[in-house]
């Protein structure tokens, strides 16, 4: 794309203030490549910045301490498009390459010593962690943006650039999966099926799960489960029937998952964040079983930690994903074992990205899993 034509942006002015702008294209820097952006998909924390408190973008008035990056801000950060130009030092990828984006920006795109974080490998951790599409130069709700060259992925033969664009919610699953100690052959409780938990159940059948379980309670998203290949979903507001007696367990997902798994499931993956996801998951988990957190919690909830001590219960989290994480879920996409396809349930251009988007996936969010803007 040529320097002097314009670009359409979505940028987040203010809480609630979302506009459809023209900008002026950035320049491409000697380890930069400008991408034309395909698909970008709109993510659960881009509705939360749009209207809720934000945690990621910029405050009024305010600028991001490593990016210098204040509002307005380009949104998305679930990218995949082609790119149109490269910086004079990118040796690696070449103009015309399918992508997808890994978001994350830590020290080295500062040119700054390595944090402790960074100097283990994990990246995700870096104390000046950043993301393209909340808090950094340029977003996927655009025409183009301009990256490092180290947050591209070349798609894999066989990936289309609609596919790509879900690598990033799926590279959080997956690196949920993998941190969670999670091996071939276990069982596993996912509490809730929103995206992240959807993406978490379709991964888990890519990693030979002997049983997955799935509680939810909006009838959309149970039957999508299903259809993701869950073996059982419970609905925990469902009661238990009477036939076990006094002194049966009461709690349906509990009831449910002893049927066949008394002494519990290897480990619960909670993408809710409810006090009610976290007591059933914790219980839900046989003794030494791992009870790991995906969601992202509003208010701090209640442990009684004697649940955890008493039966060397492991309790954990992880939200970002490292670059072998895209590698892995791009492998996993390249296999064709699993459609991930199914997970897109519209996609709009970037001038209905408002109405058709961020409006339609609020109001009928059990409706929906993955909305992606095609600019
Ligand atoms: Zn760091």
Redesign the pocket.
Known sequence: MSQTETVRSLRLHARGSLRLDTVQPLPCGPDEVRLKIAYCGICGSDIHEFLGAPIFSPGPGTKNEHTGIGLPVVMGHEMSGTITELGSNVKHLSVGQDVCVNPSL??RHFGAK??F??EGGK?NL???WATYGLNASGGGFSDEIVVKDLNCLALPAGVSLKVGALAEPLAVAWHCIRTSGFKAGQSALVLGAGPIGLAILLLLRSWQAEKIFVTEVAEQRMERARQFGADVVINPLQPVSDRGGEGAEKNPVLSTIRESHPDGVDIAFDCSGLQSTLDTGIAAIKPGGTFFNVAIHEKPLQLNLNDIACLEKKLLGGICYLKEDFEQVLEAMASGKIPFEQMITSVVSLDNAIEGGFQSLMKDRAQHVKILIQP
């Open positions: 830590d020290d390595s944090c974080s960074c990246t870096c104390k000046r």
